[in-house]
T-cell receptor
């Protein structure tokens, strides 16, 4: 099973709302990632968790707050977003260590109004 | 940092072969991945090649790597309409955590 699931599939939120995106995998992977993908563009790395600890933050604004409550779950908490944050948010996971392929979820399509 | 370039569009006839090209700049890239993305979907890992290999074949997919020229290609044999998608080249430098994606090539398969 190489499945990464993400909920919700679509999310519309106002600029004053607080919402969360969820990601789950049951492959025993210990590295999990958040990417942001704008239309017609490649994915851009936001955060990497390794063994439930944040290891990489690609200078992401604080209105995005990641959380890894356990080795299977990854959340992205959203607060006071801007319309330019509208994008497809992709979660991925991989085995820990070097050169292990990343498996992606289907993404959450976020629209900020 | 790594720069990865791909041509933006490719059109082929159904049944023909497709060749998607990619150039990269970081010679320390160890694994080089190909991902496929269909409209509105996430990324599907298609295949990858390790940097000490020249070629890897996996069913209809053939990956060629010219490490000297830092050129990677993905050949899809007998291309089908279901192959229409965006294809991303993604070299991994240092750690697989640091994938650098190319701009993506939109493959259109014409009947």
């Amino acid at each position: 099973d190489t499945e990464v699931t993400q909920t919700p599939k679509h999310l519309v939120m106002g600029m004053t709302n607080k919402k969360s995106l969820k990601c789950e995998q049951h492959m025993g992977h210990r590295a999990m990632y958040w990417y942001k993908q704008k239309a017609k563009k490649p994915p851009e790395l936001m955060f990497v968790y390794s063994y439930e600890k944040l290891s990489i933050n690609e200078s992401v604004p604080s209105r995005f707050s990641p959380e890894c409550p356990n080795s299977s779950l990854l959340n992205l908490h959203l607060h006071a977003l801007q319309p330019e944050d509208s994008a497809l948010y992709l979660c991925a996971s991989s085995q820990e260590g070097q050169d292990y392929e990343q498996y992606f979820g289907p993404g959450t399509r976020l629209t900020v109004t | 940092g790594e720069d990865v370039e791909q041509s933006l569009f490719l059109s082929v006839r159904e049944g023909d072969s497709s060749v998607i090209n990619c150039t990269y700049t970081d010679s320390s890239s160890t694994y080089l991945y190909w991902y496929k993305q269909e409209p509105g979907a996430g990324l599907q890992l298609l295949t990858y090649i390790f940097s000490n290999m020249d070629m890897k074949q996996d069913q209809r997919l053939t990956v060629l790597l010219n490490k000297k020229d830092k050129h990677l290609s993905l050949r899809i044999a007998d291309t089908q309409t279901g192959d229409s998608a965006i294809y991303f080249c993604a070299p991994a430098s240092g750690s697989a955590r640091q994938l650098t994606f190319g701009s993506g090539t939109q493959l259109t398969v014409l009947p």
